[in-house]
């Protein structure tokens, strides 16, 4: 082949259908090699709050809220988390609960349903679907073949707070939150979970990662002063006191990710910061992981942790959903200076590292194969 | 160029010329993407010790050693561990002391300390070089120009072990175990670091993972009966209990490793285990990476964390090395089933992910790039 190869690019004279035997799989090699840079410049994972984003979540609030310190406007660290783990220790340490929260997308909560129940996950022990479909009667209770049970719960309000409300019938501490169009493949979801158990029970541990960044670009310095706007973690954004290499994250969304159940405790609970964040959530119809996450590492100190599978997770993007209203990212960008001004300080913390599937480095055939088997 | 392309596939009568600037880049990129392949395929980390090695190092001891349980032959998880840590808690949290072991390998050497020193790493506290060169006089200790200390430490004994000893000049928790010939880059090394901190003081965490799996191949139970191999962590090898797919680690060599300064201490402590297992390193003049990697797993019951930074760590490969031995692997398997011996379980624990930098993928490009830089 190598001399076949060196004769079409001297321009020889052996035959047309020779050359093209040699020519067309190193063109289809090249595409693929295309297809894969671009799939690792441009990700998947934004194409959905981006489609009608409309630019980045600038906001200017009056009075600027710079970051928490370690003694500053934070609870002594990891300390009110501790007492109310120690609180849930009856509860079942080594299995989880999924909680799909569904509005109207019955084909895809079908899916998710589906992918999750076809196989024996040892470590799933209920899935919880809140039922946003007001008006609408949810189907029966069921239990999947592999003696799962799967139970609907229909929320007394609508609200996106709903999501994050500790159920009363919860019996694990490990709760995967997740929506009804992205899932982790059934494999990869046990591997998530056993993340979680090691690294991650003070964390948010998911799989779609978010930035922040501070509102006077280039200026370092500038996250003392404290405007923070939303973006999707691109390489050009960074915490104005990161090293601007773009390569922190300091979310992780709640549409696909584990939390212990004592931060739902907390989310929900009387204190007047977690009240006040549960009424920005309802007035903004928005934010309700945006609140999540700063509750999280304001109570803990501690940034979430991003994981990736074996494969890439599975998102369904349908055409409708809260992320596709315009203006999304505005409100998301208004969200982060409210909650900071609610605390006293910005809470989030930026993780640099990323766990990931294995002992050998992903290739970027995988992503092409990802892609075409969505 | 597309059309182009066409017409050269289809052997049109364009000018060779036109066809070869078309071609050439192609034939570029294809050879780019094989050897991006064979780069992910064969990996780069294990060429050092399989060089000499002569296949794995299957034993078959008369007595087989099976794993450790939760509440078999192991202390109360983490306790003892939690103790020795506590008596450490004045030594400086936030910082590292980089131990590089060397022998006879002055030039490599060189290149090491040059790499360290040469950037301003913020969390380097001290470089300790352990001066194997029985016979040579060190040269003299120094400070860099970004006031690191470096002082030489020649060994009471040519052994191993001294790589290990808990020497009472260490003020920081963390030490940096490596070896002359292999280091992260500066900016990975403060990564790697602050990863530890977050992830990993109960681990050893490091660049190189090795693999561990019970004799008789298919045999998922055969760890149960404990007669055990090492390996390179080659696709086919898993743990007889784990799920066969080649994912999962259980050691981290460390030529290039974080360690608590507390693992120093145990390993050196008079405890019996330990005595016998430092006899078996100085009679073997070898293994006593793979000691170190049973003592953190008996103590914690936790396996390590291997960790990958934005660049391939360097790996000189010199000619000259233990690794290079004859009959090294088979050595090593018997110091496995040795060792498992003398704590009267097998204590390594299997482990399925790694930590990466950054929130995205790596790339296939970037390997072909790290290799043309080293």
């Known amino acids: 082949m190598t001399m076949t190869m060196r004769r079409c690019v001297g321009g020889s004279s052996i035959s047309p259908r020779s050359c093209r035997r040699v020519v067309v799989p190193s063109v289809f090699l090249v595409s693929l090699c295309v297809l894969g840079f671009l799939l690792n410049v441009f990700g998947q994972e934004n194409r959905h709050e981006r489609a009608f984003g409309g630019g980045s979540g600038t906001t200017s609030p009056a009075t600027g809220v710079p970051r928490c310190g370690q003694d500053r406007g934070r609870p002594t660290q990891g300390c009110a988390w501790n007492v109310s783990t120690a609180e849930r220790a009856d509860l079942i340490q080594d299995k989880f609960t999924m909680t799909i929260s569904t509005f109207h997308r019955p084909k895809e909560l079908g899916r998710v349903l589906d992918t999750v129940l076809s196989d024996k996950l040892p470590s799933l022990f209920e899935v919880v679907v ?29 609200s996106l707070n709903e999501k994050l409300r500790p159920d009363p019938g919860y019996r694990t501490a490990a709760i995967l939150l997740s929506d009804d169009d992205v899932f982790y493949r059934p494999s990869d979801l046990e591997f998530v979970f056993q ?44 915490w104005g006191g990161g090293d601007g290499d773009g390569e922190t994250y300091s979310m992780v969304l709640t549409n696909l ?52 599978g074996r494969d890439q997770y599975v998102n369904m993007d349908p055409p409708a959903g809260i992320s596709r209203n315009k203006g999304h990212l505005e409100a998301r960008g208004q969200c982060l200076n409210d909650f900071a001004q609610i605390l006293g300080c910005m809470p989030l913390v930026d993780v640099k590292g990323r766990m990931e599937r294995g002992f050998k480095h992903n290739v970027w055939y995988k992503s092409v194969w990802d892609l075409m088997t969505l």
Not at 135 to 156: K, L, M, W
Not at 209 to 233: K, L, Q, T
Not at 270 to 286: C, K, S, T
């Open 257 to 308: 990710a584990f939390t212990h159940v004592s931060f739902l405790d907390h989310y929900f609970s009387d204190a007047g910061p977690a009240v006040r964040m549960r009424q920005v959530v309802d007035d903004a119809f928005n934010c309700e992981d945006i609140a999540f996450n700063y509750m999280v590492s304001y109570l803990t100190g501690r940034g979430p942790l991003l994981v990736r």
């Open 195 to 238: 993340i979680w158990r090691e690294f991650g029970q003070d964390r948010l541990v998911g799989a779609l990662a978010r930035c922040i960044s501070s509102g006077r670009a280039g200026d370092r310095h500038a996250d003392a002063r404290g405007s923070w706007e939303y973006n999707f973690c691109t390489p050009s954004s960074s």
């Open 130 to 158: 809140v039922w946003n479909n007001f008006g609408e009667t949810p189907p029966p209770d069921f239990t999947s073949d592999h003696g799962v049970p799967v139970r609907y719960r229909t929320p007394a309000h609508d």
